[in-house]
């Protein structure tokens, strides 16, 4: 019994780790450049967005429960984000091609007034590190990944507030 629960403790610290670590990698990283599409189908460079403040990208997919409640509770939040931080949002649907046409269906039913674009293949999610969703990620003016989370539970997105406005502060 006492090995089963050293081997159960030693798994949970070595998943634990992992975790902690997946974020570590991330940050610093610079945002790659992958050609995406917008919903109504133009071409987008995920380096060139043009925006001026942080970016949020937020992974997500319409069967993701998960993903659906973190966009949906930023959504309540985002206007004041914005008008705070200059933050943009940008939710990249990785739903294939048999899913897809319920990205617009969704967004549009839910109001959702960030930049969503379409990553049928899955080159951006690769690129950036994406095993499962939600996974969001800060990014700062330089295109420099600040922070990054995998998952989501309610509470998640003070976290999320709290990093960005550090990066704020940064910038101004």
Request: hydrophobic share 40%; with cysteine; glycine share 6%.
């Amino acid at each position: 019994m006492k090995k089963t629960v050293v081997l159960f403790l030693s798994l949970v610290l070595t998943i634990s780790s992992f975790s902690q670590e997946e974020h570590k990698v991330d940050e610093g990283k610079k945002i790659p450049a992958v050609q995406l599409k917008t919903m109504d189908g133009k071409s987008v460079n995920t380096a060139e967005l043009g925006f001026k403040g942080p970016v949020i990208f937020s992974f997500w997919a319409t069967w993701c429960s998960p993903c659906k409640r973190e966009l949906n509770t930023i959504h309540d939040l985002y206007i004041d984000w914005q008008a705070e931080t200059g933050v943009n949002l940008v939710a990249v649907s990785i739903d294939d091609m048999k899913t897809a046409s319920g990205v617009p269906v969704y967004v549009d039913g839910k109001s959702w007034e960030y930049l969503v674009l379409m990553d049928p293949n899955g080159d951006f999610k690769r690129a950036m590190g994406v095993n499962n969703v939600p996974h969001t990620f800060l990014v700062d003016t330089d295109g420099t990944i600040v922070y990054s989370h995998n998952n989501y539970a309610p509470g998640d997105e003070d976290k999320l507030y709290e990093e960005l406005l550090k990066v704020a502060k940064k910038t101004n």
